[in-house]
């Protein structure tokens, strides 16, 4: 199975940009996502890219701001995000999908994923 362990989150001034990595044992086939989480809020889409890679969806919340990508050699999802905003402040989750799915289809549904990491904290100060 799957074991994802997030990391690059941190504090950044507004404007500023961080790079989030996501790595795996090993990502196969797997359709991937990333997700948050704000304080007293439920956990919202992001990005994901589809299982072949050619495939992805934003959040209009982030959209031409942030850049999701995998590297399948090296068992790694990225999120390059720019122009970061307060309300960019959350935990971020990578989250993979161990049942198949079509190769160019982006899921944005948390329970369309089963396969979660424990998260990274992005803080964005104004």
């Known amino acids: 199975q799957v074991q994802l362990v997030e990391s690059g989150g941190g504090l950044v001034q507004a404007g500023g940009s961080m790079r989030l990595s996501c790595a795996g044992r090993t990502f196969g086939r797997s359709a991937l996502g990333w997700f948050r989480q704000a304080p007293g809020k439920e956990r919202e889409f992001v990005t994901g890219?589809?299982?072949?890679?050619?495939?992805?969806y934003y959040a209009d919340s982030v959209k031409g701001r942030f850049t999701i990508s995998r590297d399948n050699a090296k068992n790694t999802l990225y999120l390059q995000m720019n122009s970061l905003k307060p309300e960019d402040t959350a935990v971020y989750y990578c989250?993979?999908?161990?049942?198949?799915?079509?190769?160019?289809?982006?899921?944005?549904?948390?329970?369309?994923?089963?396969?979660w990491g424990q998260g990274t904290q992005v803080t964005v100060s104004s």
């Open positions: 989250a993979a999908r161990s049942q198949g799915s079509s190769i160019a289809y982006v899921h944005r549904y948390t329970y369309e994923y089963d396969i």
């Open positions: 890219v589809s299982q072949s890679g050619g495939a992805t």
